[in-house]
């Protein structure tokens, strides 16, 4: 009965079965804290928010119709310093419409902060109390959403921007959004 | 010695587990105040993932807190408070994950993995050979053993 005999080695190939497992969630780079949105597919949150330096405030009717992009920073945080060329490139190239929302920021600190490592947003909302950044689901800055025409988010990225990210995910969203 | 070893014990048994509420953010209603700590033990706080909003000291815990007292004194149910936080965040903030067909393996597998292991060890007991009894000794065994007996007395 070489079938019982086989059957001792079950445990065996069980533990490779589960320390392969456990070996792909260590080496794929598989981040825990990055996670996924709720919101994915469904229509962006409506918000009003006070633009900066005295602008017309933002709305996400000034979205309608257009595949933009969210970026949610702040002049205190640091990763979105890291950032910033990343999406003054974008904007020098035009490749993206990019509007910013300065989460839990004073006016006058973000402006400072746009004048120091450059503007790449076409217009700029204040988020002071942080309430519209929760209802589109952000837990810590930068995040940067994609909207489409229809006002659906269809992206969201967590953390900083980086050249590989514009490169194997927004370009290839851009493309499919159908945007130039 | 003793005494302070007298007054640790109460200092620990009678602190409560330290919140991170802050007294400003408090309800005046008891009984509101009471269903907001509820909710809040149960979401986790996104930025340190690990501890609920009522015990973390992250700026979004706190703000979150403050939303669910807002939405309760609103006339939020609880049901309606957390999906509220869900319909933002997911159900990843929800500290026990929901029964559903996601989570079916989460849930139900270590009842699996009992049922396969008592399952396994029924038929191991089931198919095991009995010990042959003992065979009893010969005369020459049974002459050595009383010899070693002796030698040992």
């Given at each position: 009965m070489t079938w019982r005999r086989a059957l001792y080695l079950l445990p065996l190939v069980g533990f490779v079965a589960l320390a392969a497992y456990f070996f792909y969630g260590l080496s794929?780079?598989?981040?825990?804290?990055?996670l996924p949105s709720a919101l994915i597919d469904k229509p962006a949150p409506q918000f009003q928010l006070a633009g900066l330096n005295g602008a017309v405030p933002l709305t996400n009717q000034d979205f309608t119709g257009q595949v933009v992009f969210v970026n949610f920073f702040a002049s205190w945080c640091a990763p979105c310093r890291e950032e910033s060329p990343i999406l003054m490139d974008l904007a020098r190239r035009n490749v993206i419409q990019l509007y910013g929302i300065a989460y839990k920021d004073k006016p006058a600190d973000a402006t400072k902060y746009l004048k120091e490592y450059g503007d790449p947003y076409r217009r700029v909302g204040v988020d002071e109390t942080g309430r519209t950044a929760i209802n589109f689901g952000?837990?810590?800055?930068p995040e940067t959403y994609a909207i489409d025409r229809n006002g659906h988010i269809r992206w969201r990225f967590v953390g900083p921007l980086t050249p590989q990210a514009v490169q194997s995910q927004l370009m290839p969203l851009l493309k499919k959004l159908g945007a130039s | 010695m003793i005494r302070a070893v007298v007054v640790a014990a109460l200092l620990l048994g009678f602190v409560?587990?330290?919140?991170?509420?802050?007294p400003g953010e408090m309800l005046a209603n008891p009984q509101l105040e009471a269903r907001a700590e509820a909710i809040g033990k149960q979401l986790r706080c996104l930025v340190c993932q690990n501890e609920s909003i009522e015990d973390s000291n992250a700026d979004l815990a706190h703000d979150l807190r403050v939303l669910i007292r807002n939405r309760l004194t609103a006339g939020d149910t609880d049901a309606q408070a957390i999906k509220f936080v869900t319909d933002r965040?997911?159900?990843?903030?929800?500290?026990?994950?929901?029964?559903e067909p996601a989570t079916y393996v989460l849930w139900f597998s270590p009842f699996a993995i009992l049922t396969i292991g008592a399952l396994g060890a029924w038929l191991y007991i089931r198919h095991r050979r009995p010990v042959p009894p003992d065979e009893p000794l010969d005369l020459n065994q049974r002459r050595k053993l009383e010899r070693l007996l002796l030698e040992d007395q």
């Open positions: 794929s780079g598989y981040n825990p804290e990055l952000v837990y810590g800055v | 409560p587990a330290a919140l991170a509420v802050e965040y997911g159900d990843f903030v929800l500290l026990k994950p929901p029964v």
